[in-house]
């Protein structure tokens, strides 16, 4: 179940940087704010 939970959360947070991305956040932009996040 746990890992359910921790697959959901990543999926997640994929859905997020796409949604940036289409928003019009420059891809390098989004690089950067993905390596000061800690790569997670």
């Known amino acids: ?5 921790q697959w959901r959360r990543k999926q ?3 859905l ?4 940036l991305w289409a ?3 420059p891809i390098p932009v989004l690089l950067v704010l993905f ?3 800690g790569c997670t």
């Open 1 to 5: 179940m746990e890992k359910l939970q």
């Open 12 to 14: 997640e947070g994929k």
């Open 23 to 25: 928003l019009g956040v």
């Open 35 to 37: 390596l000061l996040r």
């Open 16 to 19: 997020g940087w796409v949604l």
